[in-house]
């Protein structure tokens, strides 16, 4: 039985294309990441609220002064390095005489990559407000959440 030329040719092709792409892999590497057509782990940080459920059902339902509010929240870094998150948290509350923001706690907390650190807070009502939010910001990412605390007359 005789082999077809054309597949040996096919075969010696091959061989040449595989170890071309094997000797010249770093390069054609480099050139695909700069076209963006290799997958990229995204970067960001996570800020939550731990426990969020428990929360919001021990919220108490009226303010009064002497009332305080405990929460925990999380910063999980996922941006591939080590970073630094300054952070703020405050309460936004609105009265009779209009809306006013408290400084409940500011610090900083460095994170390793795929670290995260969860961060204890506690308020005491000095008054009763008819409306108010807790606001934890991490300034540096323009990024933050918050959470209502109802006050039912």
């Not at 990441?33 to 426990?51: G, H, M, S």
Request: no cysteine; net charge neutral.
């Amino acid at each position: 039985m005789k082999k077809s030329p054309y597949l040996l040719i096919f075969l010696i092709l091959i061989v040449l294309a595989a170890s071309f792409l094997y000797i010249f892999r770093e390069a054609i590497n480099v050139e695909l990441n700069k076209l963006k057509l290799v997958p990229q782990r995204e970067a960001f940080t996570e800020l939550y609220i731990k426990d969020f459920s428990t929360l919001s059902a021990n919220l108490p339902s009226k303010i009064v002064p002497g009332t305080t509010v405990s929460f925990s929240f999380t910063i999980h870094n996922v941006e591939g390095h080590t970073m630094s998150y300054p952070y703020k948290v405050y309460v936004l509350s609105t009265n009779g005489n209009g809306t006013a923001t408290t400084t409940v706690d500011r610090g900083q907390v460095e994170l390793a990559s795929d670290a995260f650190s969860t961060i204890a807070e506690s308020y005491t009502f000095a008054s009763s407000n008819t409306q108010t939010s807790f606001v934890i910001v991490l300034p540096q990412l323009n990024q933050s959440i918050q959470f209502f605390v109802p006050n039912k007359e």
